[in-house]
Structures are given as C-alpha cells and as structure tokens.
C-alpha cells in the first residue's frame, strides 16, 4: 500500500521557468521527478502547491509524490541523496507523510508572497529585488494595501485568457514595511491569480509615486480591466513565503 508524503523545501527561481513543466523548458518539477524517478528507481510524478513563473522564488513550497512507507530514517537518507543530486538552487528540508486524501495544491488553506524592492544600489541584493529609484510615499502604499480587503474580484491585476473559472480571491493580510535598503511588501490569500501579485505592486508603487490616487485605485479594481492597473513588476523580487494546511494533514 502506497504512502502519501509532502516535500517541503526551497528554490532560487533564477534558472528555471517556474514550476510546471513544459516542453523544452528547465523547471522545479521537471528537477524533482527526474531527481525521485532516478533515487526511487520507478517514475515518480510530483504535484506541486502552485505553478510558480519564470525566475520566481520560493523560501517554502510544497509538493506531494506516493511511494510506499519509509520510516523516518529512510526519509532523512533520501532527504539527503535529493539535496547531494540537486545543484545550489534547490534545498529539501524535510519529507513528511500526510493523509491519503492530502493535496499540496488543493489542502492548501493560505498562501504568503513578499515582493522585495530595494531602495538603493546594492551589488548583493540586485538579484533578488527591483531596484526602483525616486520618492515613495509609503504610507499611502499602505493605505492602498488595505484598500484591497474590501474587495474580491481581482480581474485588474490577472494575466489574461488564464484557464481559471473565477477571479475572486479572499485577501487576509497586506501590508509594505521597510527593511534596511528593502521595502517588503507582504500579502496572504487563500489563493492567488497569475501575475496577481506582481501587477499589484506595480499598481501600489504609481500609488506611491502620486501618479494615481487612492479613488483612482479603487476604480481600477471595481472596473476589472487589466489594462488600467500598473505594470508588472520583474519576477526577480518575488518570493512565496509560506503555505498554510489544515491541522492534522501531517502524520507526524
């Protein structure tokens, strides 16, 4: 009888064009299948929590395979031969195995982002943030931010012609903070749409700028037309930070 387990590790999106995989075309799923179909010695299928885009991070994702039952040693060995078989891009912290009807895509009761904007020149921290010079009026960024719980319909900042039967997310937090030369901006929803998070950074950051005001932000959600939000902000600053599953999903 097969066993249901979760990975929970990290990547650096850098080289790879997001999770799922495609024809000719690197991705984290395409790694991890041929990484447990080779370690395993049978074709293994891994589905992940979310298709993630190109050049996107992710300091926690999730993803589930079946195998039969290994006990907790067996799950460190093979924890180990992932992280000797994947390059520096990929880390696997731990294999957990989960009840049968866990899905690391479908379980998932929250997702957190955070999107990096550095504030002035940094050789180190270039990579991993959107340099974005000029003024910002943080606070009324913030103000925008909490604008977004009144609303559910998302449309304004999706990428068009998605394959999705609803744009309706429920928005629990966001927020922008200052860290040192970054400012981080924090968001959390039961689920996101393509681009989502992206094109409302691009849209809080003309907030910031007093290109457009807090009514006009308003409008720009209400009237659900991709074409009147910001642009989208390069995937480079974008990391998943966290995913939230029910209680009792783990086994131990």
């Not at 370690?39 to 589905?47: A, Q, R």
Request: proline letters at 2%; a neutral charge; aromatic letters at 14%.
């Amino acid at each position: 009888m097969e066993q249901r387990y979760f990975i929970k590790f990290a990547f650096n999106g850098s080289g790879y064009h997001g999770w799922q995989v495609q024809d000719n075309a690197v991705t984290v799923q395409q790694a991890f299948e041929k990484a447990l179909s080779l370690i395993l010695g049978d074709e293994t299928e891994v589905m992940g929590a979310g298709r993630t885009d190109t050049g996107v991070h992710a300091r926690q994702f999730y993803a589930h395979f079946d195998f039969k039952k290994l006990d907790r040693i067996e799950r460190e060995n093979l924890i180990n031969k992932l992280n000797r078989f994947f390059a520096w891009d990929i880390v696997v912290y731990d294999i957990l195995p989960v009840v049968a009807d866990a899905h690391a895509r479908f379980s998932a009761l929250s997702r957190t982002y955070q999107y990096q904007v550095l504030r002035a020149k940094d050789p180190f921290l270039n990579s991993f943030a959107w340099y974005n010079y000029g003024n910002l009026d943080v606070a009324l960024m913030n103000e925008g931010a909490q604008v977004l719980f009144d609303y559910e319909d998302f449309t304004s900042f999706s990428k068009l012609h998605t394959q999705v039967k609803t744009n309706n997310c429920k928005i629990m937090n966001a927020w922008w903070e200052e860290q040192g030369p970054l400012l981080v901006f924090t968001i959390t929803a039961d689920r996101f749409l393509r681009n989502m998070v992206r094109a409302i950074v691009g849209t809080l950051i003309d907030l910031g700028k007093h290109k457009i005001t807090l009514a006009d932000f308003r409008k720009i959600i209400e009237n659900r037309d991709r074409s009147e939000a910001g642009v989208s902000v390069p995937a480079k600053g974008l990391f998943l930070t966290g995913i939230k599953y029910p209680d009792g999903i783990f086994l131990d």
